[in-house]
């Protein structure tokens, strides 16, 4: 089955610094890799998701990088802001049709310094 | 539109009670999934349903029943609790086609403790 490593666990930036985080996968089919956003005591939310067939994805503040060969993407948070700090999660999956199951990333906590 | 909900939002048990936990989604979704969230473990899936009446094992099966009876509903069942039960649960739905597919809603999650 697939299996997603997320480094690293913990992240503190500044206010206004950019963060980062990464994620390698195992599974040579999985074709589409979201990122979740998980706040204090709430449920995770998607916050921007990538297939394979692009390699980069911008949403305002934030993007996601896709190395298919490599089997790892990225989170970019620019500018980032106290309401940036959370958990985040990135996910693997074969978008296909009878494809049901995510596997998530172990998580980082990301901190914003003000 | 209220999304995806869990009750209860947190519970108390004695090792060996039994508990339901309920998920409600009022997004017509077919897919529906329960999790569990453990420190440093991230989320890990118990069970799912592709649909109504059915049900198929995740990666952390062991000590959990489900049951998906109505289309909107998705119930977790701990028949004998035991310690290592203790963790958050999240339910969450998708629907089974369309341009958000992929995309898994989640609820507030409910926080078990096993004593």
């Known amino acids: 089955g697939e299996n997603v490593e997320q480094h690293p666990s913990t992240l503190s930036v500044q206010e206004g610094d950019s963060a980062v985080i990464k994620c390698t996968y195992s599974d040579s089919a999985s074709n589409y890799f979201p990122w979740y956003k998980q706040e204090l005591g709430k449920g995770p939310q998607l916050i921007i998701d990538i297939r394979s067939n692009v390699g980069e994805k911008k949403d305002q503040r934030i993007a996601v990088t896709l190395n298919k060969t490599a089997k790892h993407f990225s989170l970019h948070i620019t500018e980032t802001q106290p309401e940036d700090s959370a958990v985040y999660f990135c996910a693997a999956k074969w978008a296909g049709a009878g494809s049901y199951q995510l596997t998530f990333g172990k998580g980082t906590k990301l901190s914003v310094i003000p | 539109n209220a999304g995806v909900t869990q009750t209860p939002k947190f519970r108390v048990l004695k090792t060996g009670q039994s508990m339901t936990l309920l998920c409600a989604q009022d997004m017509n979704h077919e897919y529906m999934y329960w999790y569990r969230q453990d420190p440093g473990m991230g989320l890990r899936l118990i069970h799912y349903?592709?649909?109504?009446?059915?049900?198929a094992k995740g990666e952390v099966p062991d000590g959990y029943n489900v049951s998906r009876l109505k289309k909107q509903n998705f119930l977790l069942g701990l028949e004998s609790a035991a310690p290592s039960q203790t963790s958050v649960y999240f339910c969450a739905s998708s629907p089974s086609g369309g341009l958000t597919y992929n995309e898994q809603f989640f609820g507030p999650g409910t926080r078990l403790t096993v004593l």
């Open positions: 349903s592709v649909g109504e009446g059915t049900t």
